[in-house]
């Protein structure tokens, strides 16, 4: 209750009153002042429930961060103050023409906005001092309020100082304001989509083209689904796409270490599988292919579509200059140039069949076999994945391999069928949006960062610390990197290597950070600024899927002392001197404005376009912004109420969208995005372009390497099989709690979903480990304790700890108490600069120190307790 | 400690040693009629008697932290239809009120025997209803560890064994009571105790291994009972476990000590007027000992299914 | 017409999201500790040695669902059988509620509930569970946790209605037998 009284006595001090803050916190449950009143007698709760009805109103209100979905989501303001919220009811729910319902940490949203450890005003760390003072009290100092003012001198200065003693690559990360005045280094590397981001582009064009939209994924008769699991990482509709499938008919078969949520529901089949192994085993179904195709009596593959639409698959059908060793076929059946099987030694050897896979990948040979006749015999298929599996080292073939075996069995271009990613917001349904924005309108131009240096992201924390990086093949540079900048991304915390990651903040001269709440990054820095949510601002539109179009509106002013990032950036634009004053931009609300009235709609011949809304002088009015008005398919201010159009949709609609169909009728005429035009079994440019990269030399084809840190790695001697220090293979699931980083302080959340470490009894047997206990988990990098939960769910040698718990770095233990994925991930750069989340190798261990509360019952970061 | 967890461990049992002290008080009374006369008994059980109710409304009135709105309790009447606990009050008011009327005709009313016979017989009734309406209480098809008739056995053998090592306790306070106010009642007083002793040590070891016996058939039960019940089981071995022993430990302690003392009155080696601490240790004991069994009761039920 | 409101319950759809009971904390301002609405995951099965090749483990009949739970609006409500105050109550189209004016605290309810339905408020001192959002139904609105399901596994009507519909099944494990209070429920089972 401590945390009660300093708030309102800091809330005085604020434009706020006392009154309006007790009204939001009890708004959130659990203080008796509301729930008494809504919470009494049978009387008292239906005067209670009349007066909500007449009182309040009902907001369309954002669900943003980077969780795959977008969802429908209302606030129900009264008097200032959001007392529930709600999903979508804009109209009638059918399985052709659905809401868009949202998720439990949708649902929980207004906990977030308005929990009592928002960030209310600037502020610094107490010790600090230019230059950092005592750097090593990063994390652990105390926090002092200051004013905006002075918060922004601070940071202007430091920046000044800091670019001109050390030089233009000085700053790690930053904003258009930093890049313009000096500039900032950037990072790169993917962390999203592995190695499919580098891979899918050069082998067949684009990632976003693989997939037919939710109403042809109906005529499936086998969907495969391989590390992807759209019930957790694409909340919201696309389990529900993916249910009607099934009851339309389609069986499922999920290729993943872990009977995931989706499985639970869809899995007609479970192909458990080790992490980081995928290409072996899909070497291993492209030799079943291969060795059992009988063009008359046992079809298996697509010939048709091979020899049209693809190249590399055999040695005939090779790009000029290419050596001819580098063909699918040959390295998948073992063969040398003259056909003969490959002695040891060679580089095709040995033939990738079944057993050969199985040692690696943990599927039994037989389940191989069968698995790849039932996908070539089945008609049609769609192949789908999550890219979970090109999230591993040394992975730069694993979708090169996915998509061989996508083409030999034919799922390319035909309804029904379809390949490649099914995650994030690709989920389910693909296709080009039937509705869309217009353009803002805005005034400025954004202004370049001067800074052309780019590390990559299994580099960065090490350059801070050794003041080096790789800048080409065999190629390291100098770099002296004296300040980070957090801002709208959680660096800290999503990317490897964060034990490092906290040595390094303790190293340079200035911190900042910018966020909603004293997530990781803000917690190591000296500056923290409070940023307004997307329901304190104006300019929130989005396409949840194709098929619909948000405009959400702003709940609430800004909270507390909260300000947008763009005004935070020309503020310090300003006193950097980058920005002219008298030219401002447009407000929010008339960028957002602008968009709407430039919004179109397919018609419903599936070509013409159409106006969404139709605006009158007297809307422009009403909303106060400029514009002129014109007609269309729904008066402005109805959509803005509603905040949502939706096509409707149904069976037999010119909407449907089927992925490549014309290029595989005529792939010159229609040619995809790569060097060749075709499908890549043999890439040339990947290869040449990784290699460029500096890390790795590898071959144009889908070569089967052994991930760092993958399982081949839990072995000290493979040979003979014996275990190493890290016997255990780690990986890192998206988990229902958060959206990465985002929502993990949520209370109701950390009750609904507790960060347990996931292992099979079988692992924790031989470890002396119960259901519950307390473990300890270490890598290469250092230890994390949790609460172990044992489950059949996951495959014996593999661990999962889901992914993106704030740290709880424990300076005395030593030891990260939150369960942070990436304190235990280790930066490896391979292939193309990629993170390699999903292999990491771990010991366990029972943890004999105290046990660790629930998290729903920590104390919320709160970093001023008295004022 | 959390309080609440304790009310109900305390409220039951101290009611339970209140119907046991005084179903034995009414049962000597009736043997010491005989011999020492009605009167003359009355007046040796009217200071009994009185710590009795006290104990009783102490008692109810602890229950009442059990609430979370003590001062609604009386709508716990309102259920007599079907609540148990409705009528586990109701009951408990009554054995309360008779014991208040008994009370007072034995402390201002002369004669009337009879209806002084009558009305300790309808208190102890009333006593046991409490006590047969306390068990039903936990007799809930949801709860597998409560719901066997072991329930209402244990409390019944609670119930007798704390009558039985409570009694002496009582009579040795009256006794001392009465020196101090130099009336002199001890040959009664020592004379029953004389008497008594060894039937109530023995009856306390029977007691106790009935006890045993039951616990026995609860573990059993437990064993082979439903997934819950098998967590209850889990509860009491991995967590309760030094719980369980040391209850059974103070059992057998105060058990053997009220033997032993038993014996040493008999072989005269002790006075009945030393006897009050040794017959107060070994009431304390067992009521340590069953308020721990209660407090165990209690904190091991687990729902079935979810 | 007698008349029993019940929840329907596909087993089948549900991926144990929990967005039914967020839904059902957001709507009614339960604090943490309270969820009129629960979700558990249930399963079963294990591993064994490949029967031809034994350095292969296999997954032997593993399976995993979710139920989402509150109050069952039971049939035979032993919550208020066992209410010594009066305090909970089935109405005439079969919810069964609290009237906190009247609770006690003594949390006999608790005890009885074979669902774990009733869940005592610390702060407000009175017992509190699902009120089958009574104030959305009079306002012809469906309850929180039903709109909130993304895989439309949750649904409402009359029980005699939902039977007609989707059979007869009221109990799956790891639910306790229906026997004991007649849940109004009816369920498809997962598989
Ligand atoms: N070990 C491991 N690590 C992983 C993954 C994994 O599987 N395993 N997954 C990876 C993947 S796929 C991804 S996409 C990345 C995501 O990595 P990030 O993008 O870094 O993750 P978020 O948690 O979304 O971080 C967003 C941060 O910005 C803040 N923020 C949000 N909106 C705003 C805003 O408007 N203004 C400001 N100033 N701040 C804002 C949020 O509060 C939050 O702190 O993580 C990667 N990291
Ligand atoms: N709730 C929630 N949703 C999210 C996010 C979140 O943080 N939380 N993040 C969003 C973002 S940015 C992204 S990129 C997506 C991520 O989406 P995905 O990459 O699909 O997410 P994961 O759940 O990590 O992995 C999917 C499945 O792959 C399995 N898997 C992991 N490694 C391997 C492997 O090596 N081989 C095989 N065959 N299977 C493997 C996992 O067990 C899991 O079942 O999710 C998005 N949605
Ligand atoms: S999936 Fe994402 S957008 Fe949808 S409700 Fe959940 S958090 Fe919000
Ligand atoms: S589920 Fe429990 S609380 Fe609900 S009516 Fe049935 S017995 Fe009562
Ligand atoms: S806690 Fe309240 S509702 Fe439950 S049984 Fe007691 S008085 Fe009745
Ligand atoms: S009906 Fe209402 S109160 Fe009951 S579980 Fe659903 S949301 Fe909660
Ligand atoms: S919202 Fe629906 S799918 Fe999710 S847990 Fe609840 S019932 Fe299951
Ligand atoms: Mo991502």
Request: a negative charge; glycine letters at 8%.
């Amino acid at each position: 209750m401590t945390e009660k009284n300093f708030l309102t006595k800091a809330l005085t001090k604020t434009a706020l009153t006392r009154r309006s803050f007790l009204k939001w916190s009890a708004a959130l449950g659990g203080t008796a002042a509301l729930a008494g009143g809504l919470g009494y007698g049978l009387k008292a709760v239906e005067a209670a429930a009349e007066q909500a009805a007449n009182e309040g109103k009902w907001v369309p209100a954002a669900c943003w961060g980077n969780c795959g979905g977008r969802c429908y989501n209302a606030a129900y303001v009264v008097d200032g103050v959001v007392t529930r919220q709600k999903t979508d009811d804009t109209h009638p729910d059918s399985p052709d023409f659905p809401q868009q319902r949202g998720c439990a940490r949708g649902r929980a949203q207004r906990h977030r906005v308005f929990g009592a450890d928002r960030i209310k005003y600037p502020m610094k760390r107490a010790h600090w001092e230019p230059g950092g003072g005592d750097k090593s009290l990063r994390g652990r100092d105390e926090w002092v309020r200051i004013t905006w003012d002075e918060a922004l001198d601070i940071v202007a200065s430091e920046i000044k100082r800091i670019s001109e003693t050390y030089g233009p690559n000085s700053i790690l990360w930053g904003t258009e304001a930093v890049g313009a005045y000096c500039g900032y280094i950037n990072t790169w590397g993917s962390t999203s989509s592995g190695t499919w981001a580098y891979t899918a582009p050069r082998v067949f064009g684009s990632q976003s083209t693989m997939g037919n939209d939710r109403l042809d994924m109906r005529n499936s008769k086998l969907i495969v689904m391989w590390s992807t699991d759209p019930t957790v990482c694409s909340a919201g509709s696309p389990a529900y796409h993916y249910l009607l499938s099934k009851r339309a008919g389609a069986k499922f078969i999920f290729v993943d270490p872990f009977y995931n949520w989706s499985a639970q529901v869809l899995a007609d089949e479970w192909i458990p599988i080790r992490p980081g192994t995928d290409t072996a085993m899909l070497l291993a179904m492209g030799y079943v292919l291969i060795s059992e195709d009988d063009p008359e009596n046992n079809p298996l593959i697509d010939w048709d579509f091979v020899n049209r639409c693809t190249i590399g698959f055999d040695k005939n059908n090779l790009p000029d200059g290419a050596d001819p060793e580098d063909n699918y076929k040959d390295y998948v059946l073992g063969l040398d140039r003259r056909g003969r099987v490959a002695a040891e030694g060679h580089k095709n050897y040995p033939p990738k069949t079944p057993e050969w896979a199985s040692e690696i990948c943990g599927v039994p040979p037989e389940k191989i076999r069968s698995f790849a006749l039932e996908i070539a015999q089945t008609k049609p298929v769609a192949f789908m994945e999550g890219d979970a599996s090109a999230r591993i080292n040394d992975a730069q073939t694993m979708g090169q391999a996915f998509t061989a075996i996508a083409a030999l069995i034919g799922s390319i271009g035909v309804s029904g069928g379809g390949f490649g990613q099914t995650r994030h917001s690709a989920a389910g349904n693909r296709g080009p949006n039937l509705i869309s924005a217009g353009s803002a309108n805005t005034v400025l131009e954004s202004l370049d960062n001067l800074c052309e240096l780019r590390i990559n992201n299994n580099e960065f924390w090490d350059a801070v610390l050794t003041g080096e990086y790789t800048s080409a093949v065999n190629e390291k540079t100098q770099v002296n990197i004296q300040m980070v900048y957090h801002t709208k991304g959680s660096h800290l915390q999503t990317k490897v290597g964060q034990a490092r990651g906290i040595q390094a903040m303790r190293k340079v001269e200035f911190a900042l950070a910018t966020d909603f709440h004293m997530a990781t990054g803000c917690r190591y820095s000296d500056v923290v600024l409070p940023v307004t949510t997307m329901w304190e601002r104006d300019n929130y539109i989005t396409n949840p899927n194709r098929e619909a179009l948000f405009w959400m509106n702003k709940v609430v002013e800004p909270l507390f002392e909260a300000k947008d990032d763009d005004w935070i950036d020309r503020q310090l634009g300003l006193r950097l001197g980058v920005y002219d004053p008298a030219v401002e931009e447009i407000s929010d609300k008339q960028q957002s404005f602008n968009r709407i009235a430039g919004a179109t709609v397919l018609a419903a011949d599936g070509k013409t376009k159409e106006t969404l809304v139709t605006i009158t002088q007297e809307d422009l009015d009403a909303l106060s912004v400029e514009g002129t008005p014109q007609t269309g398919l729904i008066p402005v201010m109805e959509y803005f109420e509603k905040g949502t159009y939706q096509v409707p949709r149904q069976d037999g609609d010119n909407f449907s969208y089927i992925a490549n169909q014309a290029f595989r009728e005529d792939p010159e005429a229609n040619p995809l995005r790569t060097e060749s035009g075709k499908v890549e079994l043999h890439c040339r440019v990947l290869a040449e372009d990784i290699y460029n990269l500096g890390w790795s030399k590898i071959r144009p084809i889908p070569e089967y390497i052994p991930a760092k840190r993958g399982y081949e790695e839990t072995f000290s001697d493979w040979k003979n099989k014996v275990k190493g220090p890290y016997p255990l293979q780690m990986y890192n699931k998206h988990y229902w709690r958060r959206s990465h980083s985002e929502f993990d302080n949520v209370l109701p959340l950390r009750e609904l979903f507790p960060q347990e470490f996931n292992m099979n009894p079988i692992d924790a047997e031989a470890r002396g480990i119960k259901d519950g206990d307390m473990v300890k988990i270490t890598s290469s990098e250092g230890s994390s304790i949790r609460r172990v939960c044992l489950t059949e769910r996951i495959m014996p040698g593999v661990t999962n700890l889901p992914h993106g718990a704030w740290t709880e770095f424990d300076d005395e233990l030593g030891v990260d108490k939150a369960g942070s994925d990436n304190y235990l991930e280790a930066p490896v750069p391979t292939v193309e600069g990629h993170s390699g989340f999903n292999s990491q190798i771990v010991q366990v261990e029972k943890w004999d120190g105290p046990r660790l509360l629930p998290d729903s019952q920590w104390p919320q970061r709160i970093p001023i307790k008295e004022v | 400690m959390n309080i609440r967890e304790w009310t109900l461990p305390i409220y039951t049992i101290l009611t339970q040693l209140s119907v046991g002290t005084l179903f034995l008080i009414w049962v000597i009374r009736a043997l010491g009629r005989m011999k020492w006369g009605a009167e003359k008994v009355d007046q040796s059980i009217k200071i009994p008697l009185f710590i009795i109710l006290t104990t009783i409304i102490f008692a109810i009135g602890f229950a009442h932290f059990h609430l979370s709105r003590p001062y609604l309790s009386f709508l716990a009447l309102r259920n007599l239809q079907s609540s148990w606990l409705s009528r586990e009050l109701l009951a408990n008011l009554l054995y309360i009120i008779s014991v208040i009327i008994l009370l007072y005709i034995l402390w201002f009313v002369k004669g009337h025997q009879r209806l002084k016979t009558i009305l300790g017989w309808m208190a102890v009734l009333f006593g046991f209803a409490t006590d047969y309406c306390m068990s039903r209480i936990y007799l809930l098809p949801s709860q597998p560890a409560w719901n066997t008739l072991l329930t209402p056995i244990s409390f019944l053998l609670t119930t007798f064994l704390l009558g039985v090592v409570t009694i002496p306790v009582l009579m040795m306070m009256d006794l001392i009571f009465k020196r101090s106010q130099e009336q002199d009642n001890q040959a009664l007083h020592a004379q029953f105790i004389e008497a008594s002793l060894g039937w109530l040590a023995a009856a306390a070891s029977f007691l106790c291994i009935l006890m045993v016996i039951v616990i026995s058939f609860q573990i059993g039960a437990l064993f082979s009972g439903s997934t819950a019940a098998q967590t209850s089981l889990r509860l009491l071995t991995d967590i309760y476990e030094p719980l369980v022993l040391l209850r059974l430990v103070l059992l057998f302690v105060a058990v053997g000590w009220y033997v032993a003392t038993a014996l040493q009155l008999r072989q005269k080696k002790v006075s009945v007027g030393k006897l009050l601490p040794h017959v107060f240790a070994v009431c304390l004991l067992v009521m340590v000992a069953e308020i721990l069994g209660r407090f165990l009761f209690y904190a091991i039920h687990v729902r079935i299914g979810i | 017409m007698a008349k029993q409101l019940a929840f329907y319950f596909d087993a089948s759809a549900c991926t144990g999201c929990k967005a039914c009971a967020m839904a059902c904390k957001d709507k009614n301002n339960l604090p943490v500790g309270i969820n009129w609405r629960k979700v558990f995951d249930y399963g079963g099965g294990g591993w064994i040695q490949h029967p031809a090749h034994p350095e292969f483990m296999i997954p032997n009949n593993v399976f995993v669902y979710s139920t989402s739970t509150a109050c069952m609006h039971c049939e035979k409500p032993l919550c208020a059988e066992a209410c010594p105050a009066k305090a909970i109550f089935k109405r005439d189209d079969g919810v069964v509620l609290i009237d906190k004016d009247l609770c006690i605290g003594c949390r006999y309810c608790e005890w009885a509930c074979p669902y774990g339905a009733p869940q005592f408020n610390e702060e407000l001192g009175v017992m509190t569970k699902c009120d089958f959002c009574q104030d959305y139904l009079a306002q012809g609105q469906n309850p929180a946790c039903v709109d909130q399901c993304p895989q439309r596994a949750l649904g409402f009507g009359e029980l005699d209605e939902l039977r007609q519909m989707y059979g007869n099944i009221n109990a799956i494990e790891p639910l306790p037998s229906s026997d004991i209070s007649h849940p109004a429920i009816v369920i498809t089972p997962h598989k």
